[in-house]
């Protein structure tokens, strides 16, 4: 079973920008749908953006600020974030088909 890295995580001004990065242990090529998710202090982890062959969704708070993508080459899925707020304060974690978690990576959006 592939597993996965999350990293890129950090503490960042409101307005600021930070890119995840989500590496796999092996070749992602065969994965349909990568994601990310989220969970922040005192609430249920919460589904963030998913990539799949046939397009890219996000939840209606992030639409227009974050993206996320995949390189295969690398076996690696991306979230740029940008103009960051308070509220995207939480521990980020990617999926792999619904089934394999990597170990989350901590954003912090504080002035």
């Known amino acids: 079973q592939v597993q996965l890295v999350g990293s890129g995580g950090g503490l960042v001004q409101p307005g600021g920008s930070l890119r995840l990065s989500c590496a796999a242990s092996?070749?992602?090529?065969?994965?349909?749908?990568m994601a990310w998710y989220r969970q922040a202090p005192g609430k249920e982890r919460e589904w963030v953006a998913t990539?799949?062959?046939?397009?890219?969704y996000y939840r209606d708070s992030v639409k227009g600020r974050f993206t996320i993508s995949r390189d295969n080459a690398k076996n690696t899925v991306y979230l740029q974030m940008n103009s960051l707020k308070p509220e995207d304060t939480a521990v980020y974690y990617c999926?792999?088909?619904?089934?394999?978690w990597g170990q989350g990576t901590q954003v912090t959006v504080s002035s």
């Open positions: 999926n792999a088909d619904g089934e394999v």
């Open positions: 092996d070749s992602i090529f065969s994965i349909n749908v």
């Open positions: 990539i799949r062959s046939i397009g890219r």
